[in-house]
């Protein structure tokens, strides 16, 4: 007998007949004799509806508001599944992060779990009651409603996990693992049988959306058990123990046998490229720009400056698609300070990486990447890089040729 989380994402749940699917595999695990503790996402679609009406109502809204509206979504699954598991004749009862509670700091829109108290749920999984408990959502220190940022099930989950000591986290959504990269658009992509923490965390990071990042940055700190796999593929009803090898592990880097030097590619076009033009080319300018964007809440990822000419320069750098209207904003207020003559904006750029841990030991992998983006004729905007992470900044419409040649290049293709 084990403890298990079971995470169901929003396609899984995104209907009456999906979430009968998901009680039916939750049931099954109760018969098997384990306790069993359930993270459900809002219905897929939900969530950017509960965005939109805030973001239509004022773009620069409350965001303690945007937290009560948005947290909705996950509290209907919660409650159609403990109904669709009581059908079936399984004990089950909903929680809203406030019940449990899933305690955050006050940052709301983008909250932190703080902690968990699971002597409650523990108690009652032992009397053979299923928890189903809401995602994305918490309670922080003023007693509002917090969120935990897009993707937030996943680390709802991963931390539900580590509070009620399970032996495992199920990740259960759309594809039967994790790829090489997204399978969606590389048809050859492969799956992974198990992936290291690191690269799964770098692989999240910048972009992979299978797992959010803080989920993998949790499950790696607190020795999470995570496992990445499909609600749709068909239950065996010959196999008591299917499923149970299926989907992808996320593990330790030395359980990994056969390293490659690079473990995926991951493509995001969730940021926008800012490029300052003619700033003076003076001690401190950095330091003006970069904390009049951070004073307004705005993260900076990558950044580049040109050489100078007649003591002026440009600097180029990205910022989450998000937050540009209020960096453009901030840009032209401090302009006085920084001196540009122009400040241009370009949202139409996608970020590509490549990820591996073999990166540490092997010499030319962005050299690969240069290559094979230059075959293609497509432009590098940006280059960053990390120990085990090389990223390019590219023209948005080059995303998915740029993603499938990189994906040849480093050999990863499916046979
Ligand atoms: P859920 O609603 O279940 O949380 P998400 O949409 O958040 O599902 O995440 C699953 C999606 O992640 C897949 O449908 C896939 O398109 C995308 N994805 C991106 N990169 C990868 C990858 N390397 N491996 C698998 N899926 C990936
Ligand atoms: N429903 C939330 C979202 O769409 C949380 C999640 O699905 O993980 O972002
Ligand atoms: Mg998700």
Not at 44 to 61: D, E, F, M, R, Y
Not at 125 to 138: D, E, I, K, R, Y
Request: proline share 3%; hydrophobic share 45%; net charge negative.
């Amino acid at each position: 007998m084990a403890r298990i989380v079971m995470k169901f994402g929003g396609t899984s749940v995104a209907d009456l007949d999906r979430i009968r699917n998901v009680a039916a595999r939750v049931a099954r695990e109760v018969v098997r004799g384990h306790e069993v503790a359930v993270v459900v996402s809002a219905m897929s679609g939900t969530t950017n509806q509960l965005v939109g009406w805030c973001q239509s109502l004022a773009p620069l809204h409350d965001a303690r508001e945007y937290d009560t509206v948005v947290a909705t979504g996950e509290q209907v699954v919660t409650g159609l599944l403990a109904i669709a598991l009581q059908e079936r004749g399984v004990d089950a009862r909903s929680w809203q992060g406030w019940q449990i509670p899933i305690e955050t700091d006050d940052a709301h829109g983008k909250a932190r779990i703080m902690g968990i108290d699971g002597a409650d749920l523990i108690r009652r999984m032992g009397l053979g009651q299923v928890a189903v408990v809401s995602g994305f959502q918490g309670i922080g220190p003023d007693r509002r409603i917090t969120t935990l940022g897009r993707g937030g099930s996943d680390t709802s989950a991963v931390a539900l996990a580590a509070a009620l000591k399970a032996d495992r986290c199920d990740i259960y959504t759309d594809v039967d693992g994790v790829y090489t990269t997204d399978p969606r658009i590389v048809s050859k992509a492969r799956k992974l049988d198990k992936i290291a923490y690191e690269e799964m965390l770098e692989l999240a990071s910048v972009g992979a959306k299978v797992l959010q990042t803080r989920s993998v940055e949790l499950a790696m700190n607190e020795r999470v058990r995570v496992r990445v796999l499909s609600s749709f593929v068909e239950m065996d009803p010959n196999d008591p123990l299917d499923g149970d090898k299926a989907g992808t592990l996320v593990v330790d880097e030395d359980e990994i046998v056969e390293k490659q030097m690079v473990a995926g590619i991951a493509y995001s076009r969730d940021e926008a490229k800012i490029t300052l033009r003619r700033i003076p080319d003076r001690p401190g300018i950095a330091a003006a720009i970069f904390g009049a964007l951070a004073d307004h809440n705005v993260n900076v990822d990558m950044i580049v400056q040109n050489i100078s000419a007649d003591g002026m320069t440009d600097l180029t750098f990205t910022v989450g698609k998000a937050d540009l209207p209020r960096a453009q904003a901030t840009l032209a207020e401090a302009q006085p300070q920084i001196g540009h003559a122009e400040a241009i904006a370009d949202p139409s750029v996608a970020k590509i990486s490549v990820v591996g841990t073999g990166m540490r030991s092997h010499a030319g992998v962005a050299n690969t990447m240069f290559r094979a983006l230059a075959d293609k004729a497509i432009n590098i905007q940006v280059i960053s890089t990390s120990e085990i992470k090389v990223s390019v900044l590219i023209a948005a419409d080059y995303t998915e040729l740029a993603v499938r040649a990189l994906h040849t290049a480093y050999c990863l293709d499916a046979a």
